[in-house]
């Protein structure tokens, strides 16, 4: 990897205030004025991801009424689509259920926010066909099989830096030290992005993805200045880029793609940001709810040791057992019947990913870790149809290789109290997670 800290050596990127730090202290201070979730089938309530009550909520949900509308939240009003079927029914429906930023975006909060921030946020998720495919034709190459084979040495070389040098027998982060660190890393290859500058990566990604700033213009603006500053260096990686031969990496091959390199640069950073947020939550949660998971099930760990063999098939267990991407919005555009449900023109159409992998018409069991589930790969937490994840193959060799290399090493993580988990509908993940390593 070449190395580019020249570019953005006279900038200093800072890494805190935490978007999180921020969010929590703008809770506190406004304790009073903020809504309160009240009803038990809102569950775009944060509170039930946090204290991880939510699977009975989903469960009843599916058995009484698996798609179906709450009123008067938080929120809004919006419907609940809770299984596997019906949110791959409204999935393959991209003309009808829109992700357009413009007609509310892809999350369940909507996109009440200043116009240059809904710019920023109009990347190719967040866009209907015909824009969305010639974007998302360009940054496709970079996840192709061929791609993952070129990229696998260097994951396991930077995965294994990674397990070696974690204490025995000590508690620390796992966040912190392994699913942050190993996530980065992987990004700030993908985009050959300066090495010494990799957690800016990380801080930006969490302003991004934290949706709940969205709830008071304070702090949207707060988020404008995050966004501006990362603006401000991809520009610099954009012109550096431009003017030098193509290279394999992402941000060389957007630029000097005929889809990309005309944007306006608010849209270039834009699907900059959604390739930071889409590579870095997502994985960096898989990552420590694996461990969360093993531990959980020392069993299905001890299947793993036995037979290595089974670690693809964990890895697709493992992923639909964490669920990072807890939910995406879609906008009905005109009325449409689904499961015996009335859904009008203009209504809010959540799709709960977190509810379609514990489906217990597809999956036996479901709440439970079981790594030789014949079925795991019919899990939803990639999504489906035309937005479905494209960094999906490469989720699935960096947690492969993290399985792998830990089995190898016969490293058992026990998590040594209670993990933190994130007060959020979107990413369904973990703030922290206090471990301690053994060695078999
Ligand atoms: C375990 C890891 C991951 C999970 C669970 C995940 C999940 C998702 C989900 C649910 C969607 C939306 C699908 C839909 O609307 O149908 C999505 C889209 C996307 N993801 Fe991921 N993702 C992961 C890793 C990654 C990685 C590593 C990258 C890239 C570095 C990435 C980049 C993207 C992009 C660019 C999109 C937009 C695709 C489109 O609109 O066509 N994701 N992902």
């Not at 192709?144 to 990674?162: G, H, K, N, Q």
């Amino acid at each position: 990897m070449s190395d580019q800290a020249a570019v953005l050596d006279s900038a200093d990127y800072r890494t805190s205030p935490t978007a999180r730090d921020v969010f929590e202290n703008w809770k506190s201070q406004n304790a009073d004025r903020l809504p309160v979730h009240d009803q038990r089938w809102d569950v775009g309530n944060p509170d039930i991801y946090h204290d991880d009550n939510w699977q009975p909520i989903f469960k009843e949900m599916r058995a009484e009424g698996p798609v179906n509308k709450v009123t008067g939240t938080p929120f809004g009003d919006y419907w609940n689509v809770t299984t596997i079927k019906a949110i791959q029914h409204v999935e393959s429906l991209p003309k009808i259920f829109s992700s357009d930023w413009q007609n509310g975006g892809i999350t369940i909060l909507d996109m009440d926010i200043a116009e240059d921030e809904a710019r920023a946020a109009a990347n190719f998720l967040s866009m209907d066909p015909p824009e969305h495919s010639p974007r998302r034709r360009t940054v496709a190459p970079a996840f192709t099989p061929a791609e993952m084979v070129r990229l696998t040495d260097l994951v396991r070389e930077r995965t294994c830096a990674v397990l070696d040098s974690l204490p025995i027998g000590e508690e620390f982060d796992w966040v912190q030290r392994v699913s942050i660190e190993l996530t980065t890393g992987m990004l700030a290859t993908i985009f050959d992005f300066p090495w010494h500058h990799r957690k800016a990566l990380s801080f930006w990604s969490d302003w991004l993805s934290e949706i709940g700033l969205g709830q008071s213009q304070e702090l949207s603006a707060m988020r404008m200045e995050v966004i501006m500053e990362m603006a401000g260096c991809f520009h610099k990686l954009w012109e550096q880029r431009l003017s030098a031969e193509e290279t394999p990496d992402l941000l060389s091959r957007m630029i000097h793609s005929d889809a990309m390199n005309k944007m306006d640069p608010m849209e270039f950073m834009s699907n900059m940001a959604l390739l930071i947020v889409g590579g870095n939550d997502t994985t960096r949660n898989t990552m420590t709810g694996i461990i969360e998971a093993l531990d959980c099930f020392p069993e299905q760990r001890a299947k793993l040791e036995e037979d290595p063999g089974l670690i693809p098939n964990a890895v697709q267990e493992c992923i639909r057992y964490v669920t990072p991407v807890a939910h995406m919005r879609r906008t009905a555009m005109e009325d449409y019947e689904l499961d015996g449900q009335l859904i009008r023109k203009g209504d809010k159409v959540i799709l709960w990913y977190i509810s379609g992998n514990r489906d217990e018409t597809v999956f036996d069991e479901a709440d439970r870790l079981i790594v030789t589930r014949p079925n795991a790969r019919r899990h939803i937490a990639f999504g489906y149809g035309i937005h479905r994840c494209i960094g999906a193959r490469l989720a699935e060799m960096q947690l492969r290789i993290l399985i792998e290399e830990m089995v190898a090493r016969r490293m058992r993580v026990h998590v040594t109290g209670e993990v933190e988990r994130l007060r959020q509908n979107f990413i369904h993940g973990f703030s922290s997670a206090k471990v301690t390593v053994e060695r078999g």
